[in-house]
């Protein structure tokens, strides 16, 4: 365990959306500084103006939760003044966005680490500086997912408008036990890379519903051709009506008429309805999925989590190739 610094006491996370981060990534980064505050003695601040979630402008965050408990969110005139902040690229730019950081140091495509190294402090340690700065997450795979829960439980809630529409839609759609599916399928280059076959995610949900234990499906999908898939399989799953892109676009990345709050709220109450579930079967590498399970009380046992899946003639190209490279001189 790392050694607190003195200095940390009273001092505040500052946590920044960025353009191109869906809801889930920048949930995650407000987890990870809620559990980095608790363990350093530090306030939360979270900053959502850029325009990802909502109106330019607007912190959507304080929209859509709140926070609670010693480490709650503190008002923005405590630090906008400070001349002690990490990274340095931050120090006197704190209200400014981090896409408007971005565009004016001329940074060459994206490249994660190089834009962990600039905008991001480092979680893992204690710092003396007043004020850190953060966008990523990459630090909360070091806690476990009981710690996580138990972070969220303490200190995040939702706005009470959010909590409602949960209780009413669970109270009208909802059996006594949920098997809850997420489906990525938008057309993404990461997501076409990594999703598990449609075969591979049917022999999953029919294991789960064949052990007796679920009364119903709910299905959170951002790809209207697949939820009209999955409903032709399970005719019976609930889902939200809700706008889909016309070209099959991840949901965060496209304006399609609704507007950015609309869609943000959309997106908030699949997840949280997806943490009321009793299962949850979802891609390995959802950042939406995920904070669906920090959000819930679900235990390991009760998560499927899907990787990519190949066909056998894709395996045996694979190893035909990592033949080939073995046997170059």
């Known amino acids: ?57 607007d912190n959507v965050f304080q ?18 003044n400070s001349t002690s902040v990490l990274p340095p690229r931050w120090d006197g730019s ?13 940074m060459r495509g994206w490249d994660r680490q190089e834009a962990r190294d600039i905008y991001s402090f480092d979680q893992k340690q204690p710092h003396d500086a007043q004020v850190c700065v953060m966008w990523d997450f990459d630090a909360l795979a070091s806690y476990s997912l009981s710690d996580i829960q138990a972070g969220v439980r303490k200190c995040l809630r939702l706005q009470p408008e959010i909590e ?14 949920m098997l809850g599916v997420h489906i990525r399928a938008a057309n993404e280059q990461v997501v076409t890379k990594s999703s598990p076959s449609k075969s591979a995610i049917l022999a999953a949900v029919r294991r789960k519903l064949n052990t007796g234990l679920y009364d119903g499906v709910f299905l959170s999908t951002d790809h209207l051709p697949t939820q009209h898939w999955f409903l ?39 997840m949280v309805l997806l943490s009321s579930c009793h299962a949850i079967i979802h891609p390995g590498n ?17 998560l499927i989590a899907m990787q990519r899946t190949r066909s056998r ?14 046997r170059r001189p």
Not at 94 to 106: A, F, G
Not at 313 to 326: V, Y
């Open 164 to 177: 409602l529409r949960r209780t009413a839609f669970t109270a009208e759609h909802f059996g006594s036990a």
């Open 63 to 80: 929209l859509l939760f709140r926070l609670e408990g010693q480490h709650a969110q503190a008002e923005f005139s405590a630090v906008q």
């Open 232 to 270: 032709k399989v399970f005719p019976g799953t609930v889902v939200r009506q809700k706008p889909f892109s016309d070209d099959e676009s991840p949901l965060h990345l496209t304006d399609f008429g609704q507007p950015r709050l609309e869609q943000t709220r959309d997106a908030l109450m699949d």
């Open 313 to 326: 003639a894709q395996r045996i190209l694979t190893g035909l190739t990592r033949l080939i490279r073995w």
């Open 286 to 302: 959802s950042s939406f999925s995920l904070c669906a399970i920090y959000l819930s009380d679900l235990p390991a046992t009760s």
């Open 94 to 106: 704190l209200q400014r966005t981090m896409l408007s950081l971005w565009i004016e140091d001329r």
């Open 1 to 57: 365990m790392s050694v607190q610094s003195s200095a940390d006491r009273g001092g505040y996370v500052l946590v920044k959306s960025f353009r191109g981060a869906g809801l889930g990534d920048a949930l995650r980064a407000v987890i990870l500084a809620l559990l980095y505050a608790e363990k350093n003695d530090r306030k939360v601040l979270v900053d959502w103006h850029d325009g990802t979630f909502g109106p330019e402008g």
